[in-house]
Structure formats: C-alpha cells, structure tokens
C-alpha cells in the first residue's frame, strides 16, 4: 500500500499546520507517516551543538510531538537526502509533504530532496511555510522586494494571512522500531518548555497578563514583559498565524504585531539574498577597520564570559550563558558594545548568538547583529552607539535585571565608553 508521508522539520505541532493537513486530505483517509530526521550534522554526537539547549529544546518538542501523535513520530538518523527517499521507496510514496524552507540551508536541502525524489517518480510538495506570509511574496509596485521595513509591514500587513487551520484527523502509521537516537528531553531552563501545548499555554499566559502592557513595558528586561514565544516560532511548536488571530487593534496589539513583522522582514530579506547571513550587506560598510589579533580574541572572550564590567552588558551575557535567552534591549546593548565599544566583527559575536541562543535563527540573528552594526537593510546608523551605562539607567532604573545576574558582582569596566566610542567614529570617518 502506498503511503503519504509529512515530513517534520521547523513544524513540530499539529495544529495549525498547512502541510499536515494538506497530507491528510491527499491520504484521504489512508494511513500517513509522521517522518522528523536527525542530521548528524547537526546532532551527531561528534556535533558541537549536539548537547545545546537549543538541541535540547528541540529534542524535547520531538518528544512532545510523538506523544501527541501517540507515539507514531518515526524519528530516523542521517542525512535527509539519503533517508527521504529510501523510505520513500521502501514505502512506496509518491508525496512527500513539507512546510516551505525558505533560509539558504533549507532550500539547498529541500532542492537535492526533490530531485532524488523526482528518480524514483515521487514528489517533495512544499506547503505553506513559517510565516504569515511566505518569504518572497510581499513586493512593491515594481515587483521588486522591499528594502526598508515600514512600507514592508504596511504592505505585508495590507496583504493579510488567513485564519488558523484546524488540526486534521489523521491515522498514523505506527513506526517500525524506536528512534534510532534517545530524544528524552533533558534538562532546560526553566522558562523554555517545548512541544506544542507548552507554546500555546505560553501564548495563553502572555495574553492574559503581559500584552496589554506590551507597549509600555517590552523595552523593560527587568519585567518579564515579552511573550518569550521566539523559541517556539523557531522550532514551530507554533505558527505565527495562531499568534497573530489574537491580535486586536489597539496600541499594544499593533506594537506586538510591528514585532512578529521584523521577523518575517528578515526572513524575507534572507530569501533574497543568501549571503546576507554573514556578509556585511552595505559594502562601503566592508571596509570597516575591525580587530582580529590575539587581544581581539580576549577581549571578546571577557565579553562572552559577562565580564566587561558594564553591568548590563555582563548581566545579558550572564542571562544568555544560564537560560540561552536574552531580552531584545539587551541583546541590541551587549552587540553594540562588542560592535563599538571593542570593535570586533559582528560575525564574532552572531556565531557565539548561534552557539548560545535557544532561539537562534537565522534570519533575525544576523540581521539583528547587522541591524546594530549600521551594516544592514534598513539598519541603525553605524554613530548611533548605545552608551551602556545610560541604557541600564533608563531602561533598568531600579537595577531590577542587572541585580538578578549579579553573581559575585561586576568588576572594573574594561575600557572607557567615551574614549572607545570616539575610536569607532574615527574608524568611520575613514572609509
Ligand atoms: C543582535 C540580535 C540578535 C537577535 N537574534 C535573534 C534570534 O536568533 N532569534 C530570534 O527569534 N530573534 C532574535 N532577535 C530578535 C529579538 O531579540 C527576539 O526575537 C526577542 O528578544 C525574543 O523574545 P520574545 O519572544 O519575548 O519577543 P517579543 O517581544 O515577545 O516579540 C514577539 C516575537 O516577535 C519577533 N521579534 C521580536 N523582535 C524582533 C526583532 N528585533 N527581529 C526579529 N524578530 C523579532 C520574535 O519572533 C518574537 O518572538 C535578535 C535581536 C538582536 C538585536
């Protein structure tokens, strides 16, 4: 008997879920395959990132998911081109359905799928993806993408995203053995539950007590003002449509929504241009003088280590090594600090974002790091430098965050801010 297969990535619920229920309707009542595969590349145990929080948050919404699913997630090692399609073949599929992938890695993986599927006469069928709206659809009246954000929201905003879809009925094949690897959840902070019921109640939690004050509040990492579902969206234990339908218009609403746009901006800039990733974007800002020797490298050591001596730089490097999250405003001071005040490359500090945050993505890391390094689309201007001392003053008045990370205190600062900030506006007046 021929069977369809889902195919799990960046997707991992049921609810909600264009691809599964796109399957669900071609088997037509038949019996599907719920199909996740463990790259070796990713999670081997040779792999750097193999015992990351992230991979154990994504372990643990794999467990998650199979509970969901009764226990018939069929969980395979090695690399997806090779194991798509041999059970593909053993199984005699002729669709394999999947959420659109639209980052540089995903794709790359998704067009060798497809063609090894395509020789032995099955189909990859790529639905939906993780977005409102897909990557590559919003364009301006010349059909080109947009540049610069707010008339990209507008226009994304203007072209709307549909209801969220209900979870289908599906009859699960049951898998033939176990996973080929252990995927119990071990130990996370505690702020990071995953799987698909922990991303809904987190979203409940969120509306209920924090949204109404977002607007007010998000700028504030002393209060826990933000929703925290960037770990979710990351690992699609939920879709931004679910998010999005609980949106009104109000001020905090709006602001909220403005937010969950940045990320489909990026993702939609990322399309584009591939390279982006880790290629400074504007090139006259390539010309950059950045410090790459042996101090360069200890200087952002004390950086990674939280020991600048700028408490709420120190206190976000601090809050990212212990829960592999940092709060937006923290994550703009701490990049800037590295940027402008220790004038190392972006890319230093977007590849130790990469190792430490349960949220890492692409798209919103790095251009998140080029947006504070002056060097994106639509980025901050590279002289506007934060000042440290009078970020934690305003944003954290009553040293609420920096009192929490404290530890066994903040040292000495490790350079003067003024005279650190004056070299940054020189290295720019060169080029
Ligand atoms: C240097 C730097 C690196 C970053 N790296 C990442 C990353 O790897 N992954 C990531 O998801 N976000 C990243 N961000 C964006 C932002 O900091 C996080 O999305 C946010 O802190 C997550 O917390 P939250 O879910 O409580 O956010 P909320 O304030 O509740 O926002 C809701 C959602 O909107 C999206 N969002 C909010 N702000 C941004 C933004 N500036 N850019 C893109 N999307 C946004 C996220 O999906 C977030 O979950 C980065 C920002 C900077 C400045």
């Given at each position: 008997?021929?069977?369809?297969?889902?195919?799990?990535?960046?997707?991992?619920?049921?609810?909600?879920?264009?691809?599964?229920?796109?399957?669900?309707?071609?088997?037509?009542?038949?019996?599907?395959?719920?199909?996740?595969?463990?790259?070796?590349?990713?999670?081997?145990?040779?792999?750097?990132?193999?015992?990351?929080?992230?991979?154990r948050f994504l372990l643990g919404s794999l467990a998650a998911l199979n509970k969901e699913m009764d226990g018939n997630l069929w969980?395979?090692?090695?690399?997806?081109?090779?194991?798509?399609?041999?059970?593909?073949?053993?199984?005699?599929?002729?669709?394999?359905?999947?959420?659109?992938?639209?980052?540089?890695?995903?794709?790359?993986?998704?067009?060798?799928?497809?063609?090894?599927?395509?020789?032995?006469?099955?189909?990859?069928?790529?639905?939906?993806?993780?977005?409102?709206?897909?990557?590559?659809?919003?364009?301006?009246?010349?059909?080109?993408?947009?540049?610069?954000?707010?008339?990209?929201?507008?226009?994304?905003?203007?072209?709307?995203?549909?209801?969220?879809?209900?979870?289908?009925?599906?009859?699960?094949?049951?898998?033939?053995?176990?996973?080929?690897?252990?995927?119990?959840?071990?130990?996370?902070?505690?702020?990071?539950?995953?799987?698909?019921?922990?991303?809904?109640?987190?979203?409940?939690?969120?509306?209920?007590?924090?949204?109404?004050?977002?607007?007010?509040?998000?700028?504030?990492?002393?209060?826990?003002?933000?929703?925290?579902?960037?770990?979710?969206?990351?690992?699609?234990?939920?879709?931004?449509?679910?998010?999005?339908?609980?949106?009104?218009?109000?001020?905090?609403?709006?602001?909220?929504?403005?937010?969950?746009?940045?990320?489909?901006?990026?993702?939609?800039?990322?399309?584009?241009?591939?390279?982006?990733?880790?290629?400074?974007?504007?090139?006259?800002?390539?010309?950059?003088?950045?410090?790459?020797?042996?101090?360069?490298?200890?200087?952002?050591?004390?950086?990674?280590?939280?020991?600048?001596?700028?408490?709420?730089?120190?206190?976000?490097?601090?809050?990212?090594?212990?829960?592999?999250?940092?709060?937006?405003?923290?994550?703009?001071?701490?990049?800037?600090?590295?940027?402008?005040?220790?004038?190392?490359?972006?890319?230093?500090?977007?590849?130790?974002?990469?190792?430490?945050?349960?949220?890492?993505?692409?798209?919103?890391?790095?251009?998140?790091?080029?947006?504070?390094?002056?060097?994106?689309?639509?980025?901050?201007?590279?002289?506007?430098?934060?000042?440290?001392?009078?970020?934690?003053?305003?944003?954290?008045?009553?040293?609420?965050?920096?009192?929490?990370?404290?530890?066994?205190?903040?040292?000495?600062?490790?350079?003067?801010?003024?005279?650190?900030?004056?070299?940054?506006?020189?290295?720019?007046?060169?080029?």
């Open positions: 008997m021929s069977r369809t297969i889902i195919w799990f990535r960046r997707d991992l619920r049921l609810a909600d879920h264009e691809a599964l229920s796109a399957a669900a309707a071609a088997a037509d009542g038949d019996e599907v395959v719920g199909l996740f595969v463990l790259d070796p590349a990713l999670l081997g145990a040779d792999s750097k990132r193999a015992d990351s929080k992230r991979a969980v395979l090692s090695g690399k997806p081109a090779e194991v798509v399609p041999a059970l593909a073949t053993r199984l005699e599929t002729s669709d394999v359905f999947v959420t659109g992938d639209f980052a540089p890695f995903g794709v790359r993986r998704d067009a060798e799928v497809a063609s090894r599927l395509d020789h032995i006469g099955a189909r990859l069928r790529p639905v939906g993806s993780p977005y409102a709206v897909a990557p590559g659809t919003i364009v301006n009246g010349s059909g080109s993408n947009y540049k610069v954000f707010t008339p990209f929201s507008r226009a994304w905003e203007q072209h709307g995203w549909g209801t969220p879809i209900a979870q289908p009925v599906v009859a699960w094949t049951r898998p033939e053995r176990q996973p080929d690897e252990p995927y119990t959840p071990a130990e996370l902070p505690e702020w990071a539950k995953p799987g698909e019921r922990a991303a809904l109640d987190a979203l409940d939690r969120f509306v209920d007590e924090r949204l109404a004050g977002y607007g007010k509040h998000r700028n504030e990492p002393g209060l826990d003002a933000t929703s925290r579902l960037s770990a979710h969206l990351r690992f699609g234990t939920i879709h931004p449509r679910t998010i999005l339908a609980r949106l009104d218009q109000s001020l905090s609403h709006e602001r909220f929504r403005t937010e969950v746009a940045w990320r489909e901006f990026y993702a939609d800039v990322l399309f584009h241009q591939p390279k982006s990733a880790w290629e400074t974007m504007q090139p006259k800002m390539r010309m950059m003088h950045c410090d790459i020797d042996a101090a360069a490298r200890k200087r952002f050591d004390q950086w990674a280590r939280g020991e600048t001596g700028f408490p709420l730089v120190d206190a976000g490097m601090r809050q990212l090594l212990a829960e592999g999250f940092m709060h937006n405003r923290v994550r703009m001071v701490v990049a800037s600090f590295l940027i402008k005040d220790l004038h190392l490359p972006w890319q230093w500090g977007a590849q130790y974002f990469r190792e430490q945050l349960i949220d890492f993505d692409l798209a919103s890391n790095n251009h998140g790091w080029q947006w504070v390094a002056g060097t994106g689309t639509d980025a901050a201007p590279y002289y506007r430098i934060f000042n440290p001392s009078a970020q934690r003053d305003k944003f954290d008045p009553e040293g609420t965050y920096v009192d929490r990370w404290r530890g066994d205190g903040y040292s000495e600062p490790m350079v003067d801010h003024a005279v650190e900030r004056a070299e940054a506006l020189k290295r720019l007046s060169e080029i």
